[in-house]
């Protein structure tokens, strides 16, 4: 999840509004036309009985549609395997999930089959209300790479379409909440920032899978980038 110094820097320029990482958000006005939530891979295979599921992930569905509520623009991801995807453990001979194995893109930790096309567990979670959301960008459908950000695969290189779908909207600030916060969420906010957006997690929407410290290690990196932090309260 690295991202360049010279990135950040024009990431910064490209994106005023951003207040600096740490410093508290004034309440803003959710229902702004350059402004969109985006709600990351809330799905039944990473809630309690799915088949990689959060902590505690169905708290944030209540909270999620409250908030989805106040925003004009809100956009969906959601993760959709073919059921041989190269990051399934099941397709490792030998090994287990949550064990990693290199990729040509990197290394790449193994899941338990999850989120498979067209299953139970790649629906969005039961609840899950958002009538007025204008779009869902699909991921790792892709056999061969993995896919975290709602902007670029795993391979850093291979792009979802959604920057573009963002400028030719007028989108310049986008908030994120959802599953799980040290991958889905917290790729996606970097890539917000290194496309030239403003961005910031709303922190209590979102729950972790926290692998061997993976959560702090992503807070550490959004803040690093400019990625701000908020509470639900400073939204509702």
Not at 99 to 120: A, K, S
Not at 159 to 176: N, P
Request: hydrophobic share 45%; with cysteine; aromatic share 6%.
């Amino acid at each position: 999840m690295a991202t360049t110094r010279r990135s950040l820097v024009a990431a910064a320029a490209a994106a005023p509004t951003l207040l600096a990482a740490g410093r508290a958000m004034s309440r803003p006005d959710t229902a702004r036309a350059d402004l969109a939530l985006i709600v990351v891979d809330v799905q039944v295979g990473f809630l309690p009985g799915g088949n990689l599921p959060v902590p505690k992930g169905d708290e944030v569905v209540p909270l999620i549609n409250r908030l989805a509520a106040r925003y004009r623009n809100v956009l969906l991801t959601q993760d959709w395997h073919p059921a041989n995807h190269l990051s399934f453990a099941s397709q490792h001979p030998g090994k287990k999930p949550f064990e990693t194995v290199q990729m040509p893109y990197g290394t790449q930790v193994l899941w338990p089959d999850h989120c498979v096309m067209g299953t139970r567990d790649a629906e969005f979670a039961p609840g899950l209300s958002i009538p007025h959301a204008q779009l869902v960008i699909r991921k790792g459908y892709r056999r061969e790479v993995d896919s975290y950000s709602a902007f670029l695969e795993a391979d850093r290189t291979t792009k979802t379409g959604l920057d573009g779908y963002l400028t030719s909207r007028g989108i310049r600030e986008v908030h994120l909440c959802g599953l799980a916060t040290d991958f889905c969420v917290a790729w996606s906010a970097l890539d917000a920032r290194r496309f030239g957006l403003a961005c910031a997690v709303i922190e209590d929407a979102c729950r972790a899978i926290d692998l061997e410290g993976s959560l702090a290690r992503a807070w550490a990196e959004m803040t690093g980038a400019g990625v701000a932090r908020i509470s639900s309260s400073a939204l509702l």
